[in-house]
């Protein structure tokens, strides 16, 4: 079958470019009956004799049908270019319809992407399926939480809905993870490109860990590649790579086939693997039993109600007044990643079905003060997390406890470290780099010297104190303050 195989990707090629000429012109694929089946090794009828009568026809009832007839045209006339003998072997290969035109549109190549199986295809199949089974099995659990969600996307945006395998490939369907190349959530969006599509990305949200969010994202960006390349293979190398590194990889080798750009090492080895990847996680997904995954249950779909919190308040407040646990809330809302809604800014936060009502009964009778029940500490030179937790007023196993069980050994300047605070006493958000003080005394004169990284909305917070006091107090006429001025927080 080798030597046929240039020869079917030509045939394939001209049906492509039918497609994306269609791209657009009618959402929802059709089905239409062959016009005429080939019986080999009978020769087939040459192309000139297509009945001009039902192509007009088909154009009058819907250009995908005119498209798909004028596709098995243009097919058979390639086919007929073939002498007698290597044409009655072509159909007994590969049939009378080797592309299957006669159950898909002519814009088919829009809405599919090809499941081609070569040996890198075949080499990350049995990568998944065998040495990275558990793994594996992990990402198809954890892709029921959100397929339904995201093939519903997809289907709306007319893109392929084995994009979603895209993500599992990316993350392993894990809105949380992180990469060395600080590529965040289930999409991986750095964070040029995923606030080029409009994702919140500061030091309070990262909606690129949002999966509804992102996902949206990720469409509109994976669409804006497709339009530019014209192939969902390219789409995802240049999804990976970067637009330009496959241009430039194209205009090299002057191939617009990704299989042809991997031989010719235009692209690097992890871009020449993700196309494979994508494809042998599509294979695997789409029949799990074939490949020793029957017995793995997907997550059931993500379902939740949306309340609005108005200010900053940290998760274990907010899993109180839902009556959950924080770790739901956690995994509802992964777009929060300090634990904590921002400050001065009303959001959406999700909790689950049937908690919205009294969510918002409980949470309207915790006082403001009382809202945020942690803090964050950068570690300054010389700090231990005795000295830490003395200053904080809570106890060097609860730090630990808050922070992964952190080796008090192995302390780094500039180490953030989450500091638990007891929900009734009145409470604060640190900033990033905490002002220090000349008293820390609750009661008396304190003067702060301002770090870097501080705010004075943020000094309010953590002496308990309003930020007009503070203007007031030392005379600004701003709230703007600099590294080494001394702000008066008490007379």
Known sequence: MGKWSGFRRQVGLVVVALGVAACGSNPEPVTVDPREAYVPPEAPAPASQADDAALAEAEAEGVDEARLLRAQHEVEAVVDSLDEVNREEFYLLFGADPLGLSSKPANAACYEIPLETNE??????EFFAVRAHDRFATYLRRAGRYEDMIRTRLRAAELPEDLLYLAMIESGMNPNAYSRAHAAGMWQFIRGTGRRYDLQIDYWIDERRDPFKATDAAI????DLYEEFGSWY?????YNAGAGRVSRGIKRTGSTDFWDLADARVLRSETRNYVPKL???????KNPEKYGFDDVVPEPPLQFETVEVPDATSFDVLADAAGVSEDVIRMLNPQFPRRVTPPEQAVELRVPVGTAEPFAVAYAQVPASERVTWLEHRVQRGETLGHIAGRYGTSVSAIRAANNYVNPKRLQIGQKLIIPRSGTSATRVASAAPATGSSSAGTGPLTVTVQRGDTLWAISRRYNVSTTQLMRINGLDSSRIHPGDRITVRR
Do not use: E, K, Y
Not at 120 to 125: N, P, T
Not at 234 to 238: P, T
């Open 220 to 223: 509109a960006h994976l669409g």
């Open 234 to 238: 390219l789409a995802a190398a240049a």
């Open 120 to 125: 890198a295809v075949d080499r990350w199949i």
């Open 279 to 285: 494809v042998a996680a599509a294979i695997i997904a």
